[in-house]
């Protein structure tokens, strides 16, 4: 049972926008710690696609963007490509934990 | 360019142990924070362990706090985890990363990983 909440699966059709919510409480997103966010394809280390919430590293497409609020987040992807099809995981801080924290995943297929 | 290269990992007995290093090369690596994340099989990535960047701290996750040992030699520009009393539940691919300067103190992301080595733990 993974701290932070993700649904396991979301899928979209090319050119379409999907979302994937990720769900925290009072010790993690809500006690506004930052949120990031990955992209895992199969048999590959995860890659870092969102940090601090809404930014994006060098060389990630603005297709990709992140939100954060109360104690969720959001990760939005438009434009869907075949090649967005991969394993996207959040992971923040818990101050109960005292350490970082990831969600479980969500797998997204393009249709 | 930046580069994290992980030891072979292996086969382990339960309640053996093994000893991880990572090999860092394209950056400083004793201007870095960096971290050991697990990924047990079809399971989202777990945190585990972290060291400041000379050393003088570490942290651990609850699951592995007294078994394992983090440490690093920035001479070497090599980072460590020590394994011990290993259980089966600790089977996963493990990961080497850095953790990002500069972004949120308290878990940091992390923008470079290794390409991760399979730990087994089984009799």
């Known amino acids: 049972q993974s701290v932070l909440t993700q649904p396991p699966s979301v899928s979209g059709a090319p050119g379409q926008r999907v979302t994937i919510s990720c769900t925290g409480s009072s010790s993690n997103i809500g006690a506004d710690y930052d949120v990031h966010w990955y992209q895992q394809l199969p048999g590959t280390a995860p890659k870092l696609l969102i940090y601090?919430?809404?930014n994006r590293p060098s060389g990630v497409p603005d297709r990709f963007s992140g939100s954060k609020s109360g104690t969720s987040a959001s990760l939005a992807i438009t434009g869907l490509q075949a090649e967005d099809e991969a394993d996207y995981y959040c992971q923040s801080y818990d101050s109960s934990l005292i350490g970082s924290v990831f969600g479980g995943g969500t797998k997204l297929t393009v249709l | 360019q930046v580069q994290l290269v992980e030891s072979v990992g292996g086969l382990v007995k339960p309640g053996g142990s093994l000893r991880l290093s990572c090999a860092a090369s394209g950056f400083t690596f004793s201007d870095y924070y960096m971290s050991w994340i697990r990924q047990a099989p079809g399971k989202g990535p777990e945190w585990i362990s972290k060291i400041s960047s000379s050393t003088s701290y570490t942290n651990y996750a609850d699951s592995v706090k007294g078994r394992f040992t983090i440490s690093r030699d920035n001479a070497k520009n090599s980072l460590y985890l020590q394994m011990n009393s290993l259980r089966v539940e600790d089977t996963a691919v493990y990961y080497c990363?850095?953790?990002?300067?500069?972004?949120?103190?308290?878990?940091?992301?992390?923008?470079?990983w290794g390409q991760g080595t399979l730990v087994t733990v089984s009799s």
């Open positions: 990363a850095r953790d990002m300067r500069g972004v949120a103190a308290a878990g940091p992301p992390k923008d470079y």
């Open positions: 601090g919430n809404i």
